[in-house]
């Protein structure tokens, strides 16, 4: 499983994680584990955003990925010059790496053949070697230039050599043998012509490794664009539950209140009722006291 579905699926599983406090939580420290090299991954996104200015890539930004050991098959093929081309470019700039044959070389021409001969691949004879089959590669075109390229060690050609002085020297063997032994010259023959279509796939499937190497970065990067995005939506879902937190809060305050007000409504309701009652027993104690008065008045007015 990849490590950018590893981290999902552990944040989904973790409750709260960007609020965890647990300093001993399994969990956040095998995100942590994981998060740590892809933030780590900022020179990688800084090669691929250099190489992805193809044509338009300055000087600079070659020395700068020649001194961080990028590929110069890669570099090519992103500003999109032909090898012999590239190579001058790179002299002309200073950066073309200077071998001395037979001085600096971890092989030298004669122990390549002698190895070739025993029937060993390149790959075979690079990491006996100690270095790279690239290496090997750089070691070939400087062994055998395009403009001799009859020199490259065939190991058919050299063995259709010594079968042919054999013949020579047996002219009076059987028949039957020389019968045989021309079919073998022959079968050596047609492998010898065979070489340079075995060459040529051979340089196919390096073509293809690298267009797989750059989709492989593309989908890199797509990848990591949409760990940002989860990560902006998940940072916003923490706020938004914040905000939804907060917001009940204030509701059951709201409610809290609301209670208070409606028993101090109940309350002034109870009050104004009993004053109300008082205030009625007031006026009809006054209309007594009236109605008293007027019978005293009366009274008055016959005594007089």
Partial sequence: MRPITLINDLIDQHENYTKCTDENCLKCAEIKKLIAPIKNDGAGKRIRKVLSKGKDMTTGDVRYLIESEVKKTDIRKAIGMNEMNFTQFLDDIGLKRKVEVGAEMKISKVEYEASKAKGKTDGQIAKEVGVTGATINYYKRKWYPKSA????????????????????????????LEKALRLHIKELEQQAKEYPELINKVENLEEA???LGNENNRLLLSDNKK????????????????????????????????????????????????????YKDTR???ESQVKEIGLYRALLKEVL
């Avoid at 042919?164 to 047996?170: C, N, R």
């Fill in 284 to 286: 009809n104690a006054l």
């Fill in 227 to 278: 760990t940002e995005e989860i990560n902006q939506l998940k940072a916003a879902a923490t706020d938004l539950e914040d905000e939804i937190g907060d917001l009940k809060d204030e509701v059951e305050l709201w409610k809290k209140d609301s209670n208070e007000w409606k028993e101090k409504a109940q309350y002034y309701a109870s009050e104004n009722e009993i004053m109300t009652n008082q």
């Fill in 149 to 176: 390229p009859q020199a490259k060690p065939k190991v058919q050609e050299k063995e259709y050599q010594d079968v042919k002085e054999k013949v020579a020297s047996a002219v009076s063997l059987d028949a039957n």
């Fill in 209 to 211: 490794n690298i267009h």
